[in-house]
């Protein structure tokens, strides 16, 4: 049985302004060669291969950074594609957005196996992410649910968020292998039993808007507040909550993430033209790097970190894969 407890916090909100003269990085960006595609969400293989999907040409297909060259595997029509993630052996799996599937796509033959969601109602699978054992959670924003996926066996388990329209969005997993899960549509970030698919809630700021976190390494939880230009800090143990207003301000509206192997936060402001990627460094609470996308980015609206290059990947609605060498 499912249970659900919602826990409210308290909330600390720093004014924090970047340093007088914040340190930009290195930013590359290679054009894709499909036109108004809307390349999205990469993910770096074992191979060095850069991964993405096109949402709006249904496609799945990689860049090959050395060559710059893109190879492109197809999808049937309507599938719009949001998001993709790649095995260690190689093995791509996207979020068949608007048609209630997650795929697996074999790169060796292009062959392509559907796994269809258990519910018509769950017509829109979102953000996926691996847990330890190669399975697969997930969030279907106008489905309303948090999903398991058991790559040996199929089985597709889903759970319903606590409140209606809730708009599950943002999904990571912590050391202890639970997914928390910004909800986007309301002012909560969830947790899930991975055993039990019991959730909890924790209540942000009331006019808060999580899109997409992070969970660094001491399982603090991190979150963007897109309503609210703020970069939050959770703490599971307490339902504490640190705000820290962006470079830009109240409408700059972040939205991609990711955190390093340092526990620093990058994100990027996208209610700017052009977009800033932003570094923030939790040991000094200070913005530390800003830096303009040179293609004006649109919207970036997700990020990889490749641990191994230091780098970090991303797809923007100006047609481009870009990528951003951390210091």
Do not use: C
């Not at 499909?34 to 249904?58: A, I, K, L, M």
């Not at 109602?121 to 999903?147: C, E, M």
């Not at 470079?247 to 939205?255: D, K, L, N, Q």
């Not at 970190?305 to 951003?324: L, P, V």
């Amino acid at each position: 049985m499912r249970v659900l407890s919602t826990l409210l916090v308290g909330l600390v909100v720093w004014p924090t302004l970047p340093p007088a003269a914040p340190k930009p990085v290195e930013i590359t960006e290679w054009t894709v060669p499909w036109e108004e595609s809307r390349p999205r969400d990469p993910y770096v293989d074992s191979q060095g291969r850069v991964w993405f999907v096109g949402q709006r040409g249904n496609y799945v297909a990689y860049l090959e950074p050395k060559t710059g060259e893109f190879k492109r595997y197809e999808l049937d029509e309507r599938t719009l594609p949001h998001n993709l993630i790649v095995s260690r052996a190689g093995v791509v799996w996207y979020a068949g957005n608007a048609a209630s599937h997650i795929g697996r796509l074999d790169p060796q033959t292009g062959r392509i196996t559907k796994y269809p969601m258990p519910d018509p109602a769950v017509r829109d699978p979102h953000t996926l992410v691996f847990d330890r054992n190669g399975d697969i959670w997930f969030t279907a924003q106008g489905g309303n649910v948090i999903g398991k996926l058991a790559v040996a066996s199929g089985e597709i388990r889903l759970v319903k968020a606590s409140v209606e329209r809730a708009r599950p969005y943002g999904i990571k997993l912590d050391s202890r292998r639970r997914p928390w899960v910004a909800l986007f549509g309301t002012n909560r970030i969830a947790n899930v039993d991975p055993e039990t698919m019991a959730i909890r809630d924790y209540a942000l700021r009331e006019e808060a808007r999580p899109r997409r976190l992070e969970v660094t390494p001491d399982d603090a939880v991190w979150y963007v507040d897109y309503a609210g230009g703020r970069l939050g800090r959770l703490d599971p143990a307490s339902g504490q909550t640190n705000e820290w207003i962006t470079p830009s301000g109240e409408r700059s509206r972040p939205y991609g993430t990711a955190s390093d192997d340092q526990g620093r936060l990058w994100f990027v402001e996208t209610g700017v033209q052009p977009n800033k990627f932003v570094g923030f460094d939790p040991k000094t609470e200070e913005f530390f790097s800003v830096t303009e996308v040179k293609s004006g980015g649109g919207t970036i609206r997700h990020m990889f970190y490749h641990r191994e290059a230091q780098e970090i990947w991303f797809g923007t609605d100006a047609n481009t894969i870009g990528r951003a060498k951390l210091p």
